[in-house]
Each structure stands twice: as structure tokens, then as C-alpha cells.
């Protein structure tokens, strides 16, 4: 019954996703902005929204041990990060394989692309260097935590701005396929593609919640505690389902939209959300926390060296998924 309700959420999933994306690039192609901006701001965080709840509520709503609302919301924190730079981007490369070939180039805008990796990896610098900042000064945890904060919004002013050349210079969002809600007779307008966009991310918040029960259902067989659970099981439940909208583009030879879409969502979370663990849990150099922040932070810099070279290749990626399997076993020894 467990594995025939997550298949059953994994198609609902999918489909959700054919429903965002389509809508997606029709309102980037309305509104004239960058694929990066389409990618890096409006996909990463309109799927990485509902995966905030999770830590948030544990956090503030949790259940009455304060304790394992706590490893929930650090493992919630951090776990996303390491899946997103880690599987995600491997299972990315991956679907295209057998297209490209090993030696095969991905292309994203390299501005962009470079701009995402480099906000990461400074923001989650910061969040390493506070898992060893003592709780009896909590003026220095706070300074960090509110430079995470408005290191994000420094980053969506920086993106906006560049949109406008980015479109300029041929990398504006194009929609190839026409709306889904257009083929059955509605005009097609903005009204439409919010409709459309309100849709598909309903789908893929009803899919993930599924999905996620069913996982919590199976992970029971495990035994395993709360903290593993909330840096393994629950990242690949919320973020990985929606980060099909990343393989989907990948396949069209999207890349910019692709990698803009998990790039982004890492800056997203690698900001916002370890300045709230920060402040409002231990934060503290555990084993399994401090492994996850570094195999993230590797997994990013072998990226951001990757594309320093002027190349990017399908194996390269293959690293990515070598690094989540050995998180896996530093994890679980």
C-alpha cells in the first residue's frame, strides 16, 4: 500500500511539474526577463516554498519535545542544500546521459550560473563558521545571521539587474509549447498563466505532502533517528519531486532554466533558513551537521571550479552523486 501511494505521488508530481514549467516560461516570455531571472528566483523559490514549511514549522510549531523539533529543523536546514548540490544535480545529469554521452557540455548563462554558486557558497561559509560561535554571544550568531539575510536580498537586486542585458544578449525566456490551459479553449493571457502557475504548484505541494507521508510511513522500517531522518529522508521527499521541473528542462536543452532552478533554490535556502537555525536552535558542530555542510560546500566549489574552466561536462556531475553517497556512509556509521 506504501510504495503504491508513492508511486501514485511521484505521478502526480510529475505531472504538476509539466503544468509549473509550461506556465513558467510563458510568464517569463510575457514579462521579457532572463531565463536565469525565471530560473534562479521565480522556479527555485515557487518550488523551494512549500520544503520551507518544514524546518518553520518544526521549529516553531513542532511537537512537545523541543529537543526533536530541534534536529528536525537543523537536519530540514541543512539537508536541502546537500541534496540540491549533491543528487539533484547528479539525477540531472544523469537524464541526459544516454542524450549527450559522459563528454557531453551543459551550457547555462555563465553569469548567472556564477553568481548563484558564489552568493552559496559565501552565505554557507558564514553558516559553517557559526556552528563553532559559542550560544553566550548571541550578538556575533545574530550579526551572522543578519548578514545571511541581507546577503539574499543583495542577491535578487543583482539578478534583476542584469536581466535586462541578459535579454538583450539572446538569453531571454522563450516558451516552445503553448499553454496547457489554452489547448482547451481559454484565452491566454497573464490571467491565465497565474491560473496555470496556481495550478501546478497546488499539484506539486499535494504530491510532495503526499509523497512525504508515504516516506515517513517506510522510514519507520529504519529506525533511524530524528535528525538522520530530517537530513536524508525528508530532503529527498520535499525537494528532490519538484526538482523534476530541473530534469524536464535539462531534456529540452534548457540549461540556464535547469541549473537556475537548483542554484537558485540553494541560495534561497542556504540563506534565509540557516540564519533562523542560527538564532533559534543549538546550531552546533554535531557529526552528521557538520559533515553535511562540508560534502555541500565541496559539491559547490567542484561546480564553481568546474565552470571557472569554461566547461562543464555531463561527468563532471558524476562527482556530485559520489559526494551524497559518501554523506550517506559517513552518516549512517
Known amino acids: 500500500m506504501v510504495i503504491a501511494e508513492l508511486i501514485f505521488m511521484l505521478f502526480v508530481i510529475l505531472i504538476?511539474?509539466?503544468?509549473?514549467?509550461?506556465?513558467?516560461?510563458?510568464?517569463?516570455?510575457?514579462?521579457?526577463?532572463?531565463?536565469?531571472?525565471?530560473?534562479?528566483?521565480?522556479?527555485?523559490?515557487?518550488?523551494?516554498?512549500?520544503?520551507?514549511m518544514v524546518p518553520l514549522l518544526a521549529i516553531f510549531a513542532g511537537t512537545g519535545n523541543t529537543q526533536i523539533n530541534q534536529e528536525i529543523?537543523?537536519?530540514?536546514?541543512?539537508?536541502?542544500?546537500?541534496m540540491l548540490s549533491t543528487l539533484s544535480i547528479f539525477l540531472m545529469?544523469?537524464?541526459?546521459?544516454?542524450?549527450?554521452?559522459?563528454?557531453?557540455?551543459?551550457?547555462p548563462e555563465r553569469t548567472g550560473f556564477t553568481r548563484d554558486l558564489n552568493f552559496f557558497l559565501g552565505a554557507f561559509a558564514l553558516s559553517a563558521v557559526a556552528l563553532f560561535v559559542p550560544h553566550d554571544t548571541p550578538l556575533l550568531r545574530g550579526a551572522i545571521a543578519l548578514t545571511m539575510v541581507l546577503t539574499y536580498f543583495i542577491y535578487i537586486m543583482l539578478t534583476l539587474r542584469a536581466s535586462a542585458d541578459l535579454v538583450k544578449d539572446g538569453h531571454a525566456t522563450e516558451a516552445h509549447e503553448k499553454m496547457f490551459l489554452a489547448r482547451i479553449g481559454l484565452p491566454q493571457n497573464l490571467a491565465l498563466i497565474i491560473v496555470q502557475l496556481a495550478l501546478g504548484l497546488a499539484l506539486l505541494v499535494g504530491g510532495a505532502e503526499g509523497f512525504i507521508h508515504g516516506v515517513e510511513q517506510?522510514?519507520?522500517?529504519?529506525?533511524?533517528?530524528?535528525?538522520?531522518?530530517?537530513?536524508m529522508i525528508i530532503p529527498i521527499a520535499t525537494e528532490l519531486p519538484e526538482k523534476v521541473n530541473s530534469i524536464l528542462w535539462i531534456r529540452r536543452h534548457k540549461d540556464t532554466l535547469?541549473?537556475?532552478n537548483i542554484t537558485g533554490a540553494m541560495v534561497f535556502q542556504g540563506?534565509?533558513?540557516p540564519a533562523i537555525g542560527i538564532m533559534l536552535t543549538p546550531w552546533a558542530p554535531q557529526r552528521?551537521?557538520?559533515?553535511?555542510?562540508?560534502?555541500?560546500?565541496?559539491?559547490?566549489?567542484?561546480?564553481?571550479?568546474?565552470?571557472?574552466?569554461?566547461?562543464?561536462?555531463?561527468?563532471?556531475l558524476g562527482l556530485n552523486g559520489v559526494l551524497y553517497v559518501t554523506y550517506l556512509a559517513v552518516a549512517l556509521i
Not at 41 to 47: C, I, R, S
Not at 73 to 82: D, K, Q, S, Y
Not at 218 to 231: K, P, Q, R, V
Open 73 to 82: 529543523g537543523v537536519g530540514a536546514i541543512l539537508g536541502a542544500p546537500l
Open 16 to 52: 504538476a511539474a509539466e503544468i509549473f514549467t509550461n506556465a513558467l516560461e510563458h510568464l517569463g516570455e510575457r514579462l521579457k526577463i532572463s531565463e536565469g531571472v525565471t530560473g534562479s528566483l521565480f522556479a527555485a523559490v515557487g518550488t523551494a516554498l512549500p520544503e520551507t
Open 271 to 273: 540563506t534565509l533558513l
Open 288 to 316: 552528521e551537521v557538520f559533515a553535511g555542510i562540508v560534502i555541500t560546500l565541496i559539491a559547490s566549489l567542484w561546480l564553481r571550479w568546474m565552470l571557472s574552466r569554461g566547461q562543464l561536462r555531463v561527468w563532471h
Open 258 to 260: 535547469a541549473f537556475g
Open 93 to 107: 545529469a544523469l537524464s541526459v546521459l544516454k542524450k549527450r554521452g559522459l563528454q557531453g557540455h551543459f551550457n
Open 218 to 231: 517506510a522510514s519507520t522500517l529504519f529506525g533511524i533517528s530524528a535528525l538522520l531522518l530530517s537530513l
